[in-house]
């Protein structure tokens, strides 16, 4: 039985130290390569407190997710690794918890990056790492 490698990735060199590592550790397995778009930034407000949409910054962030994720694909396929891409949208941390949870997906591990945050950033931003970790239902490697 094959394994199945999932790596959420983002724009950050923490990301490309992600994918590194997955094929250096599981060099016989299936990658797969997460992008998560976080909706919050096509939608806005205006002084009246008007929900205004903006199709175009949609249509954009996709694109570049999808960018983003088959070049991280001809990364790991360059490697020899076999690699799958995924584009989900939704908040990050809760979309990889759910995708890992799938049944259906077959995730055995994460192997995901961590921006290092600390302090009044972490508090105020989050960490996707640190959530994914504690309540992920597979072992999670962060790399820093």
């Avoid at 009246?48 to 994720?69: N, P, Q």
């Avoid at 077959?106 to 504690?134: C, F, K, P």
Wanted: glycine share 6%; proline share 5%.
């Amino acid at each position: 039985m094959s394994r199945r490698i999932l790596v959420p990735v983002d724009n950050a060199p923490q990301s490309d130290s992600a994918l590194e590592h997955a094929i250096e550790v599981y060099p016989d397995s299936t990658i797969v390569l997460l992008h998560v778009v976080d909706p919050s930034g096509w939608i806005s407000s205006d002084d009246f407190g008007d929900i205004l949409y903006d199709d175009s910054v949609e249509k954009a962030e996709k694109a570049a997710a999808d960018e983003l994720l088959s070049d991280m694909q001809e990364t790991a396929v360059e490697s020899g690794t076999t690699a799958e891409t995924v584009r989900l949208i939704g908040r990050p941390a809760h979309t990889i918890i759910d995708y890992t949870a799938d049944e259906d997906n077959d995730i055995d591990a994460i192997v995901m990056g961590s921006h290092g945050r600390t302090g009044l950033n972490r508090i105020l931003l989050g960490s996707v790492a640190e959530t994914v970790t504690r309540r992920s239902p597979v072992p999670v490697t962060v790399v820093h």
